[in-house]
């Protein structure tokens, strides 16, 4: 079983229109959870962090977590071309160096 | 942030061949991830290099395919030995500095063996 899970799409969104990107969990201990934007060719670039349950707003990008569900999500509202990319879940667990795990990641297409 | 720098960005190598990345970070980091992101793939993490230690290698890597050196807190370097075609993949370097800290990547090298 995968311990970060993804839908790997292409997700299609028109301009404008908010993009939700999913994601699941497997590992109870994973405590910080990470959204990277990759584009082709270039690593991945961090957008959003999020450590407790609830929302977390950060211009048009809105990070959710439910870790009784095991579920972190991205919404990307007032989605623009520029948005088209990867993007990355991640999780890692709590304390000291631990490595952080990710998952295949969700191809976002916005269409203009 | 750290700003970490990473080379060569990339290269074109012969199999049989080896090849040596380098990553420079702009601050001292205990820890130094490196990891491989093979065609239409996620990231995998090859090792942990921490300094003054022999790194951790992941299910699968070795080290003496991917040997790693680690000589101070701002530098790694990472080998990729007698290469082969499946190699060809894009190889990055990452820091984190601990606690909830998020992972910051190197801006990659994307090597292919021919």
């Known amino acids: 079983q995968k311990e970060v899970e993804q839908n790997s799409g292409p997700l299609s969104v028109p301009e404008g229109a908010i993009a939700s990107l999913n994601c699941t969990y497997s590992?109870?201990?994973?405590?910080?959870f990470f959204w990277y934007r990759q584009y082709s060719g270039k690593s991945p670039e961090l957008i959003m962090s999020?450590?407790?349950?609830g929302d977390k707003e950060d211009g048009r990008f809105t990070a959710q977590l439910n870790k009784a569900s095991q579920y972190v999500s991205l919404l990307i509202r007032d989605s623009q071309p520029s948005d088209s990319a990867t993007y990355l879940c991640?999780?890692?667990?709590?304390?000291?160096?631990?490595?952080?795990?990710f998952g295949t990641g969700t191809k976002l297409q916005v269409i203009p | 942030s750290a700003v970490i720098s990473q080379k060569p960005s990339r290269d074109i190598c012969q199999r049989g061949t080896s090849l040596t990345i380098q990553c420079q970070v702009d601050?001292?980091?205990?820890?130094m991830f490196w990891y491989r992101q093979q065609p239409g793939q996620s990231l995998t993490l090859i090792a942990t290099?921490?300094?003054?230690?022999?790194?951790?290698?992941e299910s699968g890597f070795v080290i003496d395919k991917f040997p790693i050196s680690r000589p101070n807190l701002t530098f790694s370097t990472l080998t990729v030995s007698n290469m082969s075609p499946e190699d060809s993949s894009i190889y990055l370097c990452?820091?984190?500095?601990?606690?909830?800290?998020?992972?910051?990547f190197g801006q990659g090298t994307r090597l292919t063996v021919v």
């Open positions: 990452s820091v984190g500095t601990g606690g909830n800290t998020e992972a910051f």
């Open positions: 590992d109870r201990v994973s405590q910080s």
């Open positions: 999020i450590y407790s349950n």
């Open positions: 991640a999780a890692r667990p709590a304390g000291g160096y631990q490595k952080v795990t």
């Open positions: 601050s001292q980091v205990t820890m």
């Open positions: 290099a921490n300094q003054g230690s022999e790194a951790t290698y």
